[in-house]
Every structure is written in structure tokens, then in C-alpha cells.
């Protein structure tokens, strides 16, 4: 027999829309977080509009069950996790552009509108959604809301809560409210959308997003180095913040992630070096000769073997796919936890070393990428499938990782967010003084704990 909760969001939403079978919700009560837990619901809402949420948000307060919003799937922290016993509402179906404004240079979208697909259909328009995380072709704008997510071009463009002007959401009460504005200036009230950007679906559940657009970008030239060690690329990293330039995209790559997108994909990228730096620089005319110049001098001089601009953008073209082939290509070998610690650039070079002492330290395989421009960097740890010793030897190193990050000035997470994985993490990071503001925050407007509870918070 149905739960009492499955019962209550049958009045309002059709059969065929909530699904309850064991082999029908298995594969929509997870994210991609390897070592995440995840129960199973006891029923999964495929939502085709607001009121939907707000009848499952509803039922959910009355019957005190957890409710779980999830997009794609792609996060890597554990955020979407089913509870034993949730209801987990899936948002993908709700992917509409409701609306592309060119003169005010915004859009109206549902939270299921594939990030890619808002930047396809604005760039019609001559205008350019920026955030762009490597998930891009596949995450939805809802999930990206949900994690503040970051991407390729952040380090010069900012991230997701930056381009958020307006929200509308189904608070815990089940209320649908619209935090933020259209106007190009607001300082009214408190900043609430901007409180709810990252709150990973603990503060509510986002039913539409109004995103600031800009202008496309001028074409970018591409610059690559090729470097003997991953400190070496790490002080180039330093040295072109120092130069006081800012390139539109500055990521890494290892040796580990090129061979094994090399092994996937065949695309003859294997290269003879430790770490690759790649550099875009979108400033137009002479201003961009000059930054890629000095990008390629700021490698040359930190060591790299071999730095140059691209003359064929084919190839440069194939090093930025690898770049957002990594994480799947790595996948293939074992199960994959994905990091997401921040430092202070200063300490890129730092912190890169002591992540390879750390896999030495332990035995483990840990691959590199980053955002290396911003000091977002995501090493990966593989452990061989069923090898219980590597698993827990890499969860040691896990949580080293988090904390030379935090003792570089660095936090836990850049763009994943804290889930499941990272609350340990976040309560190392905050004062507890901050962590109780966060709890009086969680009680304000989720007054009876329904909202995706046991994420983020310990």
C-alpha cells in the first residue's frame, strides 16, 4: 500500500507522473557522488510546473516526510541524495526558456533548462550566459542555482549566484515567493535570492530562474604549456595572477586524466608532461595579443618545456573537450570521488604539492584538473573496484585534502557544494558562532525540516 505522503500528492498530480516502483526510482535517488549514501524514496514526482512542487512540498509538510528536489543528477557531493522514506521531486521536465530579453539583457527559465541549451538559444540573441561548469552539456540551470556553480570561465566571468537577478521558489511552508528583481540595480531588503543561490535545495525549491546575460564574447586565443611537474604549473598559475592578467579560462590537466581520455576517446592528446596549463584570452585586438603574450612568457618562465598561443584551433578545441572529458573518462577505471577545494592563488603551487604527497603518502592514484585560474582545484581519487583498503586509504586522503585547504585559507568547496561529503568539512571551515547563523537561517524557512534535511549542515 502507498505511504500516506504518495497518497496525499495523488489527488493533485496524475499516476503516471509519481512513480513508486523499486526499479523505477533507483536510478533518480542519487547523484553522482561515489561514496555518497542514498535511500530510497517512497516515491519519485516528475514535476511539469510550480503548482506541481508546491502540492508534493504541501503533502510533504503534512505528512512530516523529507522532500529532495533534483535536476540532471550530475552533482558530485551527495546534494540530491534520496532519504529512506522521501519524496524526491525531479525538476528535468521543467525546461522551458520562458523568456530572452535582449534589451534588458536577461531570461526567464524553468529550473530543468539544460545549461547549454540557455546558452544556444541566447546566443541568437548576440548575448552569452557565462557560467559554464564542465557538466555543461548535460546539468541543468536548476542544479547549477542549487550548487552556486562555477565552470571554465569563472575565473574572469564570476559564477552562478552572479548572474542570478530574480527566483521564484516554494518555500518550506509551501508557499511559492519571488526573491530579487529585474532591474539592473536593487538593494531593497535583504539579498535573498543570493542567500538561496548554493543552498543546494535546503532552503527551497527553485521553480523558475531570471538570469543576467552579457554580450558574446570577442573569439578567444587559445595558449598552451607543457610542464614537467604539477608545482611548476602552479607557480605559472601565480606568476599570471602577479602579471595582472586575467585570462577568460586558465585549466589544468595531468598526465592521468590525458591518457585516460586519450584511452577513451583516441583523440591523441597524450602528451609527454605531468601537467597541462590552458589559457583563453578573449580581449580583443591588441589588448588580447599582449595578455597572451605575457601568459605565454609567465609559463615559459615558470618552467614549462614547451608554451606557445594555438595556431590550430582544432587541437585547442580537443585539449578544452579532454579538459571536460576528464571526470567520465576517469570513471572508467573505478569509482571516482571528485574534490572541490579552493586556495588563494598564491598557494596553487602549494597546495598542488601537497596533494601528490598525499597520494604518494597513501598509495592511491589521484588525478588533477582545476580551475586553475581561480584556485578551484578538483583532484580526483580512483580506487580499483571492491579494493575496501584503497577505499579507505583515499577517504583518509580525502579528508587531508580538505584540510590543507582549509589551513592554506582555502575552503571545502568551490563550485560542488558541501551534500553529504563536504558538512564535515564546512563545520572544520566556520566558526561555530557561523554555523549557528546558518541553523537559525534553515529553521526560518524551513520550519519544519522537510527540505532536503541532512545536506549541507552537521
Known amino acids: 500500500m502507498s505511504a500516506p505522503v504518495v497518497r496525499a500528492i495523488l489527488e493533485h498530480i496524475p499516476v503516471e507522473r509519481v512513480l513508486t516502483a523499486p526499479e523505477s526510482v533507483e536510478g533518480l535517488s542519487r547523484d553522482q557522488a561515489a561514496w555518497a549514501p542514498y535511500g ?32 540532471a543528477g550530475t552533482g558530485l557531493s551527495g546534494g540530491a541524495n534520496a532519504i529512506d522514506g522521501c519524496v524526491v521531486v525531479a525538476l528535468d521536465a521543467m525546461d522551458e526558456i520562458v523568456e530572452v530579453n535582449p534589451l534588458e539583457q536577461l531570461a526567464v527559465v524553468q529550473p ?95 521553480t523558475e530562474v531570471t538570469v543576467r546575460l552579457r554580450p558574446l564574447p ?27 592578467v586575467t585570462p577568460s579560462a586558465l585549466e589544468l590537466i595531468d598526465r592521468h586524466c590525458l591518457r585516460a581520455v586519450d584511452e577513451w576517446k583516441n583523440m591523441g592528446l597524450s602528451a609527454d608532461a605531468e601537467a597541462v596549463l590552458l589559457a583563453r584570452v578573449d580581449e580583443p585586438g591588441e589588448a588580447g595579443h599582449a595578455q597572451a603574450e605575457r601568459v605565454v612568457a609567465c609559463f615559459r618562465e615558470a618552467g614549462a618545456g614547451w608554451a606557445e598561443r594555438s595556431t590550430d584551433e582544432q587541437e585547442a578545441d580537443a585539449l578544452l573537450a579532454a579538459r571536460r572529458l576528464a571526470y567520465p573518462a576517469l570513471e572508467r577505471l573505478g569509482p571516482v570521488v571528485t574534490e572541490d577545494v579552493c586556495v588563494p592563488k598564491e598557494h596553487v603551487p602549494e597546495m598542488l604539492g601537497r596533494i601528490e604527497k598525499t597520494a604518494a603518502r597513501h598509495d592511491i592514484v589521484i588525478a588533477n584538473i582545476a580551475h586553475a585560474g581561480d ?19 583515499a577517504q583518509t586522503a580525502f ?44 529553521r526560518a524557512l524551513d520550519p519544519h525540516g522537510v527540505l532536503n534535511p541532512g545536506k549541507v549542515l552537521t
Not at 514535476?47 to 504541501?58: E, I, N
Request: hydrophobic share 45%; with cysteine.
Open 40 to 71: 530510497r524514496p517512497a516515491a519519485v514526482v516528475r514535476a511539469t510546473c510550480t503548482q506541481d512542487v508546491v502540492a508534493v512540498v504541501r503533502a510533504c509538510v503534512e505528512h512530516r516526510t523529507p522532500v529532495v528536489a533534483r535536476g
Open 218 to 244: 570577442a573569439p578567444a586565443t587559445t595558449i598552451a604549456g607543457f610542464f614537467s611537474s604539477l608545482t611548476d604549473a602552479g607557480t605559472a598559475v601565480r606568476a599570471i595572477a602577479a602579471a595582472g
Open 375 to 393: 584556485g578551484n582545484l578538483h583532484p580526483m581519487l580512483i580506487t580499483p573496484p571492491g579494493d575496501d583498503a584503497a577505499k579507505d586509504r
Open 112 to 206: 530543468g533548462v539544460v545549461n547549454d541549451d540557455l546558452r544556444t538559444a541566447v546566443a541568437a540573441h548576440g548575448l552569452w550566459y557565462p557560467p559554464d561548469p564542465a557538466s555543461s552539456p548535460w546539468s541543468t540551470i536548476g542544479g547549477n542555482v542549487a550548487t552556486n556553480a562555477g565552470g571554465l570561465c569563472c575565473v574572469k566571468y564570476g559564477v552562478t549566484r552572479d548572474y542570478v537577478l530574480a527566483l521564484e521558489m516554494v518555500n518550506g511552508l509551501g508557499e511559492v515567493v519571488r526573491l530579487g528583481r529585474r532591474t539592473a540595480k536593487g538593494v531593497a531588503g535583504y539579498d535573498l535570492a543570493g542567500l538561496v543561490v548554493g543552498s543546494e535545495g535546503t532552503l527551497g525549491i527553485v
Open 399 to 442: 579528508d587531508e585534502i580538505i584540510a590543507d585547504a582549509i589551513a592554506l585559507g582555502g575552503t571545502v568547496t568551490g563550485e560542488h557544494g558541501v551534500g553529504l561529503l563536504k558538512r564535515r568539512g564546512l563545520a572544520a571551515e566556520v566558526a561555530p558562532e557561523v554555523m549557528a547563523m546558518h541553523h537559525a537561517v534553515k
